[in-house]
């Protein structure tokens, strides 16, 4: 692999990220950012979907609870989720096998950034009302380009500002991955192990059953729900 390899790679994680930060509250909402479906995309980039799923399946419940309603901004589930995924992928095709312990530092690496990512939600909505009261201004004139041109910025301003969060956190994860990983023993890397493949999986059920009042949850989890029963049925039959 090339340094222009890297780059590539990079750049691609940037667009991703950038792309499906519309989907949250920009523009589309086609449920693309949910992080299933966020992981599964940066899983078919690197040419490992089986991973994607299943890892997409388990950050999905985790991050159930971030429902976007009314005024409420909640954690960036979609950032989290595509540095999670973009940081060990990157270690497997650039270091060495990315296994459950690599998947699990990601993971208590990466997670923090859904924190990051609600603050720059919380920043780009007070950016759009200067955006929007500008867009009135401009209707009140009969400037319809204006309000064009405004929209356009607001779009642009999403997919760069989310782009270059998921590029930044994405690469410093990776470096956590590139210093901590070859420092574990092997009771380390076990323990990893089964708090990636037993404890984290149990917690995001637990997240998960407890919004099963709520209807769409309810549909949402036992969408997930299949999802990882059958990835976890196709990996035992091989």
């Known amino acids: 692999m090339t340094t222009m390899e890297l780059i590539i790679d990079l750049?691609?994680?940037?667009?991703i990220g950038g792309l499906l930060s519309l989907d949250r509250r920009a523009a589309f909402q086609f449920m693309l950012s949910q992080p299933l479906i966020a992981?599964?995309?940066v899983g078919l980039y690197f040419g490992d979907?089986?991973?994607a799923v299943l890892i997409g399946s388990v950050l999905q419940l985790l991050w159930m609870s971030c429902v976007m309603f009314g005024a409420n901004v909640p954690h960036n589930d979609t950032l989290a989720a595509i540095t999670i995924a973009s940081a060990a992928f990157l270690f497997g095709r650039y270091v060495g096998p990315s296994d459950a312990a690599t998947w699990m530092i990601a993971l208590l690496a990466g997670a923090p950034t859904c924190l990051l990512g609600q603050w720059l939600d919380v920043r780009l909505d007070h950016m759009n009302l200067k955006l929007a009261d500008r867009a009135d201004e401009a209707g009140q004139?009969?400037?319809t380009h204006v309000i064009s041109f405004i929209i356009f910025r607001a779009i642009l301003q999403a997919f760069t500002v989310n782009g270059i969060a998921t590029l930044l956190a994405s690469v410093i994860v990776f470096g956590v991955l590139l210093y901590v990983r070859p420092l574990l023993g092997v009771n380390a890397v076990e323990a990893m192990t089964v708090l990636s493949t037993y404890v984290v999986p149990a917690i995001g059920l637990s997240v998960a059953l407890a919004l099963l009042r709520q209807r769409r949850a309810l549909i949402l989890a036992a969408g997930v729900f299949i999802a990882i029963a059958a990835?976890?049925?196709?990996?035992?039959?091989?």
């Open 11 to 15: 750049g691609a994680i940037a667009a």
């Open 231 to 238: 990835v976890i049925t196709q990996g035992a039959s091989q």
């Open 39 to 41: 992981v599964t995309i």
């Open 141 to 143: 004139e009969g400037q």
């Open 49 to 51: 979907l089986q991973t």
